[in-house]
Antibody
């Protein structure tokens, strides 16, 4: 059974940093691209960042480019999101999502339950 | 960036009725790269449809997707009580993903 478990969220002041983690199990982690998607309270879904299986291809939404860094450790079956210079508008539930394996289709077939990040003074 | 606009914002229907949800893209999207998700309160999104019309594993056949180019549709043929939720379309293009703002299907 595929499991994605996020951690690392919490209350942080504007301008500070936070590192999110996602522990993956139930599939061969290093075969798949992984992503972070966030959802502000009461709002819709926003793709944040994605990383290919070997970290060779990385992308970011314009809203986080230059502030957030995605990484992965295939030996530890883990995905990370380093968030710097946090702003109030970064407040959201952050989901870890697994991308499906086919290059013909680009969608997310499994999601974690999310970790809440609150940016406030 | 491709913008996805979903309509209506809210759909009020009764169990057993047919639901038709629209997703319109600001420019043409490859059908292969269009997906639909369902999200219930307090839960993570769940994949329903990928490639515009292919049902994900375990998704009942009352859910169907169609469309091409800039206009895509998710249809729920007969609403079951567990189908009342928010639905999002998603596209991939130019090395990024975008979601529509969502359509809430509520009980009338």
């Amino acid at each position: 059974e595929v499991q994605l478990v996020e951690s690392g969220g919490g209350l942080v002041q504007p301008g500070r940093s936070l590192r999110l983690s996602c522990a993956a199990s139930g599939f061969t982690f290093d075969d798949y691209a992984m992503h972070w998607v966030r959802q502000a309270p009461g709002k819709g879904l926003e793709w944040v960042s994605g990383i290919s299986w070997n970290s060779g291809s990385i992308g970011y939404a314009d809203s986080v480019k230059g502030r957030f860094t995605i990484s992965r450790d295939n030996a530890k079956n883990s995905l990370y999101l380093q968030m710097n210079s946090l702003r109030a508008e970064d407040t959201a539930l952050y989901y870890c999502a697994k991308e499906a394996g086919s290059p013909l289709f680009r969608y997310f077939d499994y999601w974690g339950q999310g970790t809440l990040v609150t940016v406030s003074s | 960036e491709i913008v996805l606009t979903q309509s209506p914002g809210t759909l009020s229907l009764s169990p057993g009725e047919r639901a038709t949800l629209s997703c319109r893209a600001s420019q043409s999207v490859s059908s292969s790269y269009l997906a639909w998700y369902q999200q219930k309160p307090g839960q993570a999104p769940r994949l329903l449809i990928y490639g515009a019309s292919s049902r994900a594993t375990g998704i009942p056949d009352r859910f169907s997707g169609s469309g091409s180019g800039t206009d895509f549709t998710l249809t729920i043929s007969r609403l079951e009580p567990e189908d009342f939720a928010v639905y999002y379309c998603q596209q991939y293009g130019s090395s990024s993903w975008t979601f529509g703002q969502g359509t809430k299907v509520e009980i009338k």
